[in-house]
């Protein structure tokens, strides 16, 4: 109302809110109010409040059917709600509206390090040293010592010259494409199923884009064919996909990318840490020799701490483009210290032993076998700690995460636009903080739900 007063005579706002629903309504109470304006001055506050009742119309509008839209998707039992986590993250947490602690069967925590004393320490450490943030994009001034002696102990943990970070992974494929890609005669070969960041970093290029079924190899050689001569080919994917919990057919892809002179990308954001004998990978699980991919993205917000941001490891000259011209790294803040020195800690673990790594492995297979010992469905790669149950329908889904949940098993279900109709799970993941105590309990909880539900 302040904004209406402006170049108007002194008139008391109480006189003015009377003048402006006498307009709306279009009384003869606005004569009365209008004493001492000018027709000018009248005309700018007729302008103005209907301004303000069509903008208010128009928000009205929006949240109707956005009200309408959340309560469908309600009705179809795939309303997402969150739940408020009131501990540290770990094996086991708190959960708001629950009166116990739970065991906490869905977090990316794969190595049990997102609370472990060290790995705090660590983040304390950087934060005395370095402060809470540098208020910068790092080519400005927000480039400290830490954050290139962490670049520099990933490229040597993946066998690559040089490194990149980013504010997260989403943010490392956002700005990689349209750099490598960056004309028409450039072209893109992506799996169908690649992560949702993946896609959009894909969007942003103007180059050719070609997508192949997913893990069909077949298909990815006639879209190579297709491509053709193209200036630059890459062939993009997820080393682990994380909805399936199953891994690219790497050996096939590096093969076909020889034969028809294509580069290859794949994003280690569900393997880096944890996936090959020391966690170095979808190319150490297949005993591919380190580098055998040319652009390796990665995360430190799931195994390597849990905190946040990401990178890309490749060339020395690739690592230099992209900080030349990758948009979300040269316009985004840098990593705070506390999360650039705890992911540090967590690599140096890992160089040093990597015996948390067959903890992962050994709770997965006891995991898996004794679910299909009950009868379950449970999709994925048979190593990966990544273990989708799989339910169907959505709302037995959602029902059987609840139920989970009530027996103290925290867990959630999946169900579309996340994955396919029809094709609701329950994505459990194991860390190597479980114990096999944990995994029992669980294994019990599924198995008196399952009978309850009549699934199996």
């Known amino acids: 109302m302040a904004k209406l007063t402006r170049g108007l005579p002194n008139i008391s706002m109480e006189k003015l809110g009377s003048l402006n629903i006498a307009i709306r309504r279009n009384t003869p109470v606005a004569s009365r109010c209008l004493w001492g304006l000018s027709s000018f001055q009248l005309d700018h506050v007729r302008s103005r409040t209907y301004a303000t009742a069509v903008a208010a119309k128009a928000l009205k509008d929006l949240n109707d059917r956005f009200r309408n839209e ?63 943030g540098l208020s910068s994009v790092r080519f400005i001034c927000g480039t400290q010592s830490l954050h290139k002696d962490l670049e520099k102990k990933l490229s040597e943990f993946h066998g690559r010259e040089d490194t990149i970070l980013y504010a997260s992974c989403f943010d490392a494929n956002a700005g990689l494409f349209e750099v490598i890609c960056s004309s028409p005669d450039d072209a893109i070969i992506s799996d169908e199923l690649n992560h949702a960041s993946i896609i959009d970093g894909i969007r942003l290029t103007k180059t050719k884009k ?23 080919k890459i062939i993009v994917t997820d080393g682990v996909f994380s909805m399936d919990g199953n891994v690219a057919p790497l050996p096939d892809i590096l093969e076909l990318a020889k034969k028809y002179g294509a580069l290859t990308f794949i994003d280690e954001c569900h393997a880096t840490g944890f996936f090959g004998a020391t966690g170095r990978g979808t190319e150490e699980y297949f005993g591919l020799p380190p580098g055998s991919v040319d652009i390796l993205n990665s995360t430190l917000g799931k195994a ?34 506390p999360v650039v020195s705890s992911a540090a800690k967590v690599v140096d673990m890992l160089m040093e032993s990597p015996e948390l790594v067959s903890k992962v492995h050994s709770g997965t297979n006891h995991f898996r076998e004794g679910m299909k010992k009950l009868g379950f469905k449970v999709i994925g790669d048979p190593s990966h700690p990544i273990c989708p ?33 029809e094709k609701a799970r329950i994505r459990v993941q194991i860390s190597a903080a479980h114990s096999k105590e944990d995994i029992n309990r669980a294994l019990n909880a599924f198995e008196s739900i399952g009978k309850e539900l009549g699934v199996i």
């Open 210 to 232: 070609f997508r192949y079924a997913h893990r069909d190899m077949k298909d990815l050689e006639n879209k190579l064919k297709e491509a053709g001569n193209s200036r630059t």
């Open 304 to 337: 390597l701490g849990g905190a946040a941001g990401g990178y890309t490891t490749a060339s020395k000259e690739i690592c230099e483009m992209l900080r030349q011209r990758s948009r979300p790294y040269l316009f985004s803040n840098s990593l705070p210290p």
């Open 70 to 132: 959340l309560n469908a998707i309600k009705g179809a039992g795939l309303f997402k709600n969150e739940r408020v986590i009131t501990s540290p993250q770990g094996v086991h947490v708190n959960v708001e509206g629950y009166g116990t602690e739970m065991l906490n069967f869905c977090a990316n925590n794969y190595l049990g390090l997102s609370n472990h004393p060290e790995i705090v320490r660590a983040g304390k450490s950087g934060l005395d040293q370095y402060g809470a």
């Open 389 to 421: 149950v799989m339910l169907g329908d959505a709302k037995l889904t959602s029902k059987f995460a609840s139920k989970m949940q009530d027996k103290g098993i925290y867990v959630v279900g999946f169900s579309y636009p996340v994955v396919p109709k």
